[in-house]
């Protein structure tokens, strides 16, 4: 991937991070909209457009930082447990899906129910997988078990600043913003750098479909009496 390519990816996960979190505020904060529009009030809604729009911006930032520490982490664990590396994962995703229901509900000491986290948690695993296999489907099966690391895990270190917000709004906003930026730079990262895998698969394809030529025989001549 040269410096190009890079920036680009940089650009537009970063206006996909605006857009998503604008666009989950006329949801999830939907009373400040309304209380803006009776009676109308065109400079608070810019600023609410604005104050969205750079919150947005910045959960990209922060998705793009672990996404690149989720690249260094895969490399390093492969290193490390070698075969035994998708079974790490697999268990650090199931400890992280318990933690993100667990500690979250404790913390708030019960203000927020706990039905709000295991709802959460499971779909940010639905999720996951459903991203995951299309990775898969795109690159190579082995993908799927560091693709749903990716969605689950680094997901939920990076929304560790929205948890300990009060109230469940921008927790909430930056999950979406998160996941959609996770996403993104996940399924396109092959796009961008050339999968080595579907290389592989489409040299050995040509190579047996390729006619072999029959070459011509010689005749022998006869032999002079």
């Given at each position: 991937?040269?410096?190009?390519?890079?920036?680009?990816?940089?650009?537009?996960?970063?206006?996909?991070?605006?857009?998503?979190?604008?666009?989950?505020?006329?949801?999830?904060?939907?009373?400040?909209?309304?209380?803006?529009?009776?009676?109308?009030?065109?400079?608070?809604?810019?600023?609410?457009?604005?104050?969205?729009?750079?919150?947005?911006?910045?959960?990209?930032?922060?998705?793009?930082?672990?996404?690149?520490?989720?690249?260094?982490?895969?490399?390093?664990?492969?290193?490390?447990?070698?075969?035994?590396?998708?079974?790490?994962?697999?268990?650090?995703?199931?400890?992280?899906?318990?933690?993100?229901?667990?500690?979250?509900?404790?913390?708030?000491?019960?203000?927020?129910?706990?039905?709000?986290?295991?709802?959460?948690?499971?779909?940010?695993?639905?999720?996951?997988?459903?991203?995951?296999?299309?990775?898969?489907?795109?690159?190579?099966?082995?993908?799927?078990?560091?693709?749903?690391?990716?969605?689950?895990?680094?997901?939920?270190?990076?929304?560790?600043?929205?948890?300990?917000?009060?109230?469940?709004?921008?927790?909430?906003?930056?999950?979406?913003?998160?996941?959609?930026?996770?996403?993104?730079?996940?399924?396109?990262?092959?796009?961008?750098?050339?999968?080595?895998?579907?290389?592989?698969?489409?040299?050995?394809?040509?190579?047996h479909h390729h006619p072999k030529k029959k070459g011509n025989k010689k005749r022998k001549r006869p032999k002079k009496a």
């Amino acid at each position: 991937m040269n410096s190009r390519k890079l920036v680009g990816l940089f650009f537009k996960t970063l206006f996909l991070g605006a857009f998503v979190s604008l666009v989950a505020s006329f949801f999830v904060n939907a009373h400040i909209y309304s209380e803006n529009l009776q009676p109308f009030d065109a400079v608070g809604l810019i600023g609410l457009f604005l104050w969205y729009t750079v919150y947005g911006m910045l959960y990209s930032i922060v998705s793009q930082a672990g996404f690149f520490a989720y690249l260094f982490i895969h490399r390093f664990g492969l290193g490390l447990f070698r075969n035994f590396w998708p079974t790490v994962q697999i268990g650090l995703i199931a400890f992280v899906i318990f933690d993100l229901i667990y500690f979250p509900y404790k913390a708030t000491q019960g203000e927020v129910a706990l039905y709000w986290w295991i709802l959460m948690s499971f779909s940010l695993l639905g999720v996951g997988i459903i991203v995951a296999t299309i990775k898969a489907k795109q690159t190579h099966p082995r993908a799927f078990v560091p693709a749903l690391f990716l969605m689950v895990v680094m997901t939920a270190i990076e929304w560790v600043p929205g948890l300990q917000t009060e109230g469940t709004d921008y927790a909430t906003l930056m999950i979406f913003t998160l996941v959609a930026c996770n996403a993104y730079q996940l399924l396109v990262l092959h796009k961008l750098s050339g999968s080595k895998a579907r290389e592989e698969l489409n040299n050995s394809k040509q190579k047996h479909h390729h006619p072999k030529k029959k070459g011509n025989k010689k005749r022998k001549r006869p032999k002079k009496a």
